[in-house]
Nanobody, 123 residues
Framework: QVQLVESGGGLVQDGGSLRLSCAASGSTFSDYSMAWFRQAPGKEREFVAAIRWSGGTTMYADAAKGRFIISRDAAKSMVYLEMYSLKPEDTGVYYC????????????????WGQGTQVTVSS
């Protein structure tokens, strides 16, 4: 019933910026935590950033701290990921996740997922 649709990916130069969007539907999401993950070819899906729907408390992976900003607009039922100073190693498919269990928010094997959006950073 929960549906997540990512958009905003594309090709960007080394040092550039992108803003990803996740359209969330099927719930008010009041009790949910939301997250962004990414997966490069041949690598495991890895946690990037998370936010509580109610209250807006955030957490970030070390690779994202200081460069990425996760936010949500409850009125629009949207989650965003602003990315700055992008590097080639940021390349991958970025996925939006929703989970009722906050302790599982960083685990790639749990939650509801979107289809992903491709981010490519050229060197």
């Amino acid at each position: 019933q929960v549906q997540l649709v990512e958009s905003g990916g594309g090709l960007v130069q080394d040092g550039g910026s992108l803003r990803l969007s996740c359209a969330a539907s099927g719930s008010t999401f009041s009790d949910y935590s939301m997250a962004w993950f990414r997966q490069a070819p041949g690598k495991e899906r890895e946690f990037v950033a998370a936010i509580r729907w109610s209250g807006g408390t955030t957490m970030y992976a070390d690779a994202a701290k200081g460069r990425f900003i996760i936010s949500r607009d409850a009125a629009k039922s949207m989650v965003y990921l602003e990315m700055y100073s992008l590097k080639p190693e940021d390349t991958g498919v970025y996925y939006c996740k929703a989970d009722l269990q906050i302790k599982a928010i960083t685990d790639p094997k749990f939650g509801s997922w979107g289809q992903g959006t491709q981010v490519t950073v050229s060197s």
